[in-house]
């Protein structure tokens, strides 16, 4: 059967946009109280009901994901040098850049696509300071190998969880674990409020800090403790959160179908590679990823994203190019094509599908029948 292109784009994101007449209402409750930014009631309730909704110790909001990250590289007074994935977003390494500390690129995992947790010990120098791990496309890092080292070498642990809203291992949220874990709330994720993130942490004393970067350092009218910078969330941000998050329940049920059904389509095709399954990870269901073996395949990763723009449908090549590719990290020792062989090849394979509420089974199985009609 001759595969027919979608009549309207099918793209790898949308939106979860709460009804117009909620957003109105709460608009509205926003107004009458006066009160804009710099931690009203929204920025409250939202705040207690995602430490409850992740299921973590302590919990700080920002306005997006990087200005997070960038803060609690400063919170844990880290310096020199971090050991990370070059397969992220640029948020990650940039983050490490903005506080003046050098990214050390380390391979990352055959089948998680994470950081490898062997690799890292042989890039420890009396430089380093933490390792910057991420959670790509919500599967958790190897967290326990990763403790184990830094507890070693006493270097502190970031997670990067911009992909893992929702995760759970062994029933615990993925923001309990290491010293701070970032979320990244932004509209493409799955839970967003517009522009937003947050800061998960289990040492109370990290809390008066991070929250006096986040408002410039500011202690009081007349004092300022820290060079601190602006990563407030305002109410309307929280406002949004709050109507989306009244969403996730619904939206999870609706990505975990859609997620099924192409695991069901896909799983076994030679050349196309899924994520494994682990039964004690609860999975956020932000993005399906595939990996194409252009050999077995017959066709590669980069045609495959081509040929599927004719049929209406946008995937996109995450991660690629890898960070460690650019302009700005290119020179860096650790950065050699060489010293990450897993991650060059990865970063030729993988390609993600679209996956948001707006889409049918129907839909994905269409999709599914395109990628299979590529193969040769
Ligand atoms: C892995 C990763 N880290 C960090 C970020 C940055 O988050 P934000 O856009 O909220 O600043 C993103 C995405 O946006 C991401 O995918």
């Not at 990087?66 to 990370?84: D, Q």
């Amino acid at each position: 059967m001759t595969n027919i292109p979608f009549k309207k784009p099918i793209y790898i994101t949308k939106p979860l946009l709460p009804d117009l007449k909620n957003v109105n209402e709460k608009l509205k409750e926003i107004w009458d109280s006066g009160w804009l930014t710099n931690f009203g009631a929204q920025h409250a309730l939202l705040e207690k009901k995602l430490k409850k909704y992740l299921n973590v110790q302590h919990i700080s909001l920002f306005n997006n994901g990087t200005n997070a990250l960038m803060i609690a590289i400063k919170a844990l007074n880290l310096t020199g040098e971090v050991i990370t994935t070059p397969f992220t977003f640029p948020a990650t390494p940039n983050s490490l850049t903005w506080n003046n500390i050098t990214p050390v690129f380390c391979d990352i995992d055959d089948k998680t696509m994470n950081i490898d947790a062997d690799k890292i010990e042989k890039l420890i120098t009396p430089k380093t300071s933490a390792i910057l791990a991420v959670h790509v496309f919500g599967t958790p890092c190897n967290i326990e190998k990763i403790q184990k080292i830094a507890n070693k070498h006493k270097l502190k642990v970031i997670y990067d969880a911009a992909h893992a809203f929702g995760t759970k291992i062994n029933g615990k949220g993925i923001g309990s674990f290491g010293d701070i874990t970032m979320f990244s709330f932004h509209a493409t994720k799955l839970f967003h409020t517009i522009e937003g993130g947050a800061l998960t942490f289990n040492d109370k004393n990290l809390k008066e800090k991070i929250n006096l970067l986040r408002n410039f350092g500011i202690k009081n009218e007349e004092t300022v403790l820290a060079p601190g910078i602006n990563g407030k969330m305002n109410e309307i941000q929280a406002g949004i959160g709050l109507l989306v998050l009244n969403m996730m329940k619904k939206a999870k049920k609706t990505r975990k179908s859609l997620y099924e059904t192409y695991e069901k389509h896909l799983k076994n095709i030679n050349g196309i590679k899924l994520l494994q399954n682990k039964v004690n990870v609860k999975k956020s269901y932000q993005y399906f990823a595939v990996r194409i073996n252009e050999e077995e395949f017959g066709t590669s990763r980069d045609k495959v994203y081509k040929q599927f723009k004719k049929y209406n449908v946008f995937t996109r090549k995450y991660f690629h190019p890898l960070c460690s590719e650019y302009q700005c990290y290119k020179h860096l020792q650790s950065a050699k094509i060489t010293n990450l062989p897993v991650a060059q090849k990865i970063g030729k394979e993988v390609l993600c599908m679209p996956m948001h509420e707006g889409l049918s089974k129907k839909d994905i199985e269409n999709i599914c029948n395109i990628l299979k009609s590529f193969k040769k």
